[in-house]
């Protein structure tokens, strides 16, 4: 079918192109021993043509000495290519052929149907998006049937074809096909593949493999004949499959050839990446803009799944291998330890507390098993204790790394969900896992936007702002005074905290000449050192607030912007701004430091009301008449507003 075109002798190179224009389908089969998974694929192979003469002639020659089909040519043996498949009449490892139609590409993986080769079977699904599940129509559903429609669901296969074949040993009977139909739907209640479909073939006679089966004409559908296996192949959506709303591209290496060009290489793993698209590089937190997507063949408009690219981005940005780049709003988890399942896939068993190297995407960090919650009976799909894991066992555990990394549920995003397990001393691959989901467990710090000059990150504490309010009794706030010098602030913020400390509330009061003996000492009164100034105490109030504690600040603060970033370091309704407002004729006139005469002989520079504007807060929370009443009644004022 797929050859026979005469382009091939026509015009080569318009056949190569339209045979790349084709999507490719990658499935296994898989089932019980000697269902007749390779004699499948061999009669796939062989009625669509894709079998050369000398491989035919092989293995009609092959057949008088290692076929199990009598006089005819026995077509398994085109993918049994190990002595000891043929000479057993099984499959042990995974062979993998490719063939085309007019329609579409393939690539088979024929894994094997023995228990003890359950590892190889895992390693040809976690590339196949759908799975051709083989059932004996003689003996119906078995053990492994159960275990490779398990495996095929856990890697994330959507799509399941269960072929039952050998038709023709149980004379096509409609009856017994119906059987098996109705025992498999009892295994496909626990799965989570969407697509499940069922074949009657005969592989060994042809049979509803390339075409359809005139033995068979109860095969129907809303009294249409149903399609052969091949029709099926060649129709079965799966550009759904891909994840195109998440954008994952794991970084594999920094391209820089020259000093004019930096790019960051990698396979996109989910979504669609386009010049001008905000990205978010993880684990730094930092946003960019993608510049251009370049390739070997030229810049791309767009980048899909699959795409080899090279992205440059309009910031000069630190990224380095096995970051990944995500969409800016995307909310990516960063975990130190994560729940997953685990193949093993060595002679040595997994121990809990080994330390191993685990690679995640292009990402590679060690690790250890820290749990293992329970086995998976692959035979009876039962959970199980364990302590360890032999070859080819199966189980949900719970890991930890040495370091933070993103982490994706398999099932959403495979390319960045699925991660392999490392011998650190031997440097063999003796597990894969597909991540479930992260543990609750905190990071001990977070990456935070922030203006510092030294590379730090956010360390969270165990012991919560939260914590420490519900042991105080109260929520911690800021309580902050302005106004001009001789308003009457540390007068009204000292009454305030004596009356807070009789009605038991925790309490601490930063007054402006206090914190110039320490925290602010090397500070003048210049604008930029005043701004510094509130800038330093607005952090220590924050500080303060955290512990749970209500923090009053007595200080002139006069210019709104300082006021406002004070502000920004607390959450909405635990800043409350108090202005004392009292006129500067009556400040003057108190003047309990001689200041003002100071200032106005022109011994004090930069002084607020005389030499130095004071901003007067617009909206601040409580409002002051310092010249027009009393301590005692401005206090009753303040409590309401506080408490």
């Not at 089909?69 to 490719?98: C, H, K, M, N, P």
């Not at 992205?311 to 997953?340: C, H, K």
């Not at 905190?442 to 956010?458: G, I, N, Q, T």
């Not at 800043?575 to 400040?587: A, G, S």
Request: glycine residues 8%.
């Amino acid at each position: 079918m797929a050859h026979a075109s005469d382009l091939i002798s026509d015009d080569i190179e318009a056949y190569l192109k339209e045979h790349e224009r084709k999507d490719l389908l990658r499935f296994i089969t898989c089932g019980s021993v000697d269902d007749g998974k390779s004699t499948l694929i061999g009669r796939l192979l062989h009625d669509s043509k894709m079998i050369y003469e000398d491989q035919l002639a092989a293995i009609t020659q092959a057949s008088k000495t290692a076929g199990t089909t009598g006089d005819e040519v026995d077509l398994a043996l085109l993918v049994d290519g190990l002595q000891s498949e043929r000479e057993q009449g099984i499959t042990i490892d995974v062979a993998y052929r490719f063939f085309s139609t007019d329609r579409r590409k393939f690539i088979i993986a024929d894994t094997p149907g023995h228990e003890q080769y359950t590892r190889n079977m895992a390693t040809g699904a976690s590339t196949a998006s759908l799975a051709v599940i083989l059932v004996d129509a003689r003996h119906g559903v078995q053990t492994q049937t159960r275990r490779h429609s398990f495996i095929a669901d856990l890697l994330g296969i959507q799509h399941l074809v269960v072929a039952i074949n050998k038709m023709d040993l149980v004379d096509y009977s409609q009856e017994r096909y119906e059987e098996i139909v109705a025992e498999y739907q009892e295994i496909a209640g626990k799965l989570n593949a969407p697509d499940i479909r069922f074949v009657p073939l005969s592989a060994l006679k042809g049979d509803n493999v390339v075409n359809p089966s005139e033995a068979m004409d109860w095969y129907r559908v809303d009294g249409k004949q149903s399609p052969a296996l091949l029709e099926l192949l060649e129709t079965v959506e799966i550009t759904h499959d891909q994840n195109l709303r998440d954008l994952r591209l794991p970084v594999q290496y920094v391209n820089r050839p020259n000093l004019d060009f930096r790019g960051y290489a990698g396979t996109l793993a989910a979504g669609v990446m386009s010049p001008g698209q905000k990205v978010r590089a993880l684990p730094s937190g930092k946003v960019s803009t993608v510049e251009r997507l370049v390739t070997w063949d030229g810049d791309l408009e767009a980048a899909y799944p699959g795409d080899a690219i090279t992205v440059t981005l309009e910031d000069e940005i630190d990224i380095s291998r096995g970051d990944w780049l995500v969409a800016e709003n995307d909310e990516v988890p960063l975990a130190t330890s994560f729940e997953a399942d685990i193949v093993w896939m060595h002679e040595t068993a997994l121990e809990p507390g080994k330390l191993y190297d685990i690679k995640l995407a292009t990402r590679d960090v060690a690790g250890k098993v820290a749990a293992i919650d329970y086995q998976v009976d692959v035979n009876t799909l039962e959970h199980r204790h364990a302590d360890h894991l032999d070859l080819n066992a199966i189980a949900r555990c719970a890991l930890e790394l040495t370091a933070p990394v993103p982490v994706d549920d398999y099932r959403t995003s495979p390319g960045t969900g699925s991660f392999i397990i490392i011998d650190r001393l031997t440097n063999i691959t003796v597990g894969a896992g597909m991540i479930h989901r992260p543990l609750e467990s905190e990071l001990p710090y977070e990456f935070r936007e922030h203006d510092s000059k030294a590379s730090v990150v956010w360390n969270r504490t165990s012991v919560t702002q939260a914590m420490r309010e519900q042991l105080n009794g109260h929520a911690g706030k800021c309580v902050w005074f302005t106004g001009l010098s001789g308003s009457g602030k540390s007068s009204l913020a000292n009454a305030l905290e004596v009356e807070l400390n009789r009605r038991g509330y925790h309490t601490m009061l930063l007054d402006g000449d206090n914190i110039r003996h320490g925290l602010c000492k090397d500070l003048g009164m210049g604008e930029a050192d005043r701004t510094e100034n509130i800038r330093r105490v607005g952090e220590v109030a924050r500080l303060f607030a955290e512990a749970g504690i209500i923090v009053i600040t007595a200080f002139i603060s006069p210019f709104r912007a300082d006021r406002d970033a004070a502000r920004a370091l607390f959450d909405e309704g635990d800043f409350i701004e108090v202005h004392v407002d009292t006129p500067l004729d009556i400040c003057e006139q108190r003047d309990p430091k001689g200041l003002y005469q100071k200032a106005r002989e022109g011994r004090i520079a930069d002084f607020t009301g005389i030499s130095s504007p004071y901003e007067a807060p617009p909206q601040a929370e409580v409002t002051l008449k310092g010249a027009e009443h009393g301590q005692q009644e401005l206090l009753a004022q303040l409590i309401k507003r506080v408490i």
